[in-house]
């Protein structure tokens, strides 16, 4: 059953349980036995209040957790800066890394950077979603971070590894989950370089990592060429707003509305 099916079904219910109470009644006032009808009532009901949990728990607005992953260097930092500053509402996930940070890079506003100790006992304590090891230095995302905004209702975004993405997706099946790719890896290659954070040994890592990250692209929602950064700023705001406005997502005002209707 479908959201529609639940909803017909529901108005079936409303129209039905009244009927077979007034039966019941009818039935009782000439002293004849009601057991099967009240039983059948009980289902009904038992049903309708099922069915109102289900709608209303699908329907309840929460935030929104968009995933977005690349290979290193396709430009994904830049791309997610920009659209933070377009979208207010928006919070970034501030994962956890064990790497030195790069020229400009602030802690607590890019990553928590923290010691390979301190993030051996994280995960010990079974702080994190998901980490995994890049280049040499671990990355995680902590469900401290993830619940902070879901639970307020707050929309958040991630940017995080194939890996890591995957191993969110299971565990938060709503999120969306966008992936960027470079132009070509010739490009990919120019950005990198062109960055000036890595050394020509870890650029070439990064490319050979960069072939076998492109493949998990399949299992992603969306797919953003990052030729300009304007035109991927762009598309990377479409998806958020059209993902923002998902009937499902808009049950819960949607009902509110139904709710006070009047005929005019
Ligand atoms: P990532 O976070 O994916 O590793 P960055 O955002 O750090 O990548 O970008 C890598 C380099 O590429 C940076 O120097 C950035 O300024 C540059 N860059 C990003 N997007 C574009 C683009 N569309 N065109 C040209 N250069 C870009
Ligand atoms: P960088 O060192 O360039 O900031 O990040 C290297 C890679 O680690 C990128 O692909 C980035 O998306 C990924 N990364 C950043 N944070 C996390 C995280 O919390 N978990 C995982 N799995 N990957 C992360």
């Known amino acids: 059953m479908d959201g529609n099916d639940e909803q017909e079904r529901c108005r079936r219910l409303l129209r039905e349980i009244p009927r ?11 002293g004849r036995n009601t057991f099967e009808l009240e039983k059948s009532l009980e289902e009904k009901i038992e049903e309708l209040s099922e069915l109102t949990r289900k709608i209303h728990s699908v329907g309840k607005e929460q935030g929104l957790l968009l995933v977005v992953s690349a290979p290193s260097g396709t430009g994904k930092t830049t791309l997610c800066k920009q659209l933070l500053k377009m979208v207010r509402d928006l919070r970034f996930s501030i994962s956890h890394t064990t790497r030195a940070p790069r020229r400009g890079e602030k802690n607590g506003r890019d990553y928590h950077f923290i010691t390979k100790q301190e993030f051996k006992d994280k ?44 191993a969110i997706k299971e565990k938060y099946t709503n999120g969306t989950f966008v992936f960027i790719l470079p132009p070509s890896i010739d490009i990919l290659r120019k950005r990198l370089t062109g960055r000036g954070s890595e050394k020509d040994d870890m650029i070439k890592i990064r490319l050979n990592k960069a072939m076998d990250e492109i493949k998990e692209v399949v299992w992603y929602d969306y797919v953003i060429f990052n030729e300009t950064i304007q035109s991927s700023v762009d598309m990377l705001r479409s998806i958020y707003i059209a993902e923002r406005n998902k009937r499902t997502r808009l049950m819960e005002k949607i009902q509110n509305l139904m709710n006070n209707r009047r005929y005019y």
Not at 20 to 30: G, N, R, T, Y
Not at 150 to 164: C, F
Request: net charge negative; glycine share 8%.
């Open 123 to 166: 995960i010990d304590r079974g702080e994190f979603v998901e980490w995994a090891e890049n280049y040499g230095n671990f990355y995680g995302t902590s469900f401290q971070e993830i619940r902070y905004s879901l639970d307020k209702d707050m929309d958040i975004l991630l940017d995080v590894d194939p890996r890591g993405a995957r």
């Open 20 to 30: 077979i109470s007034c039966d019941i009644k009818v039935l009782q006032d000439h």
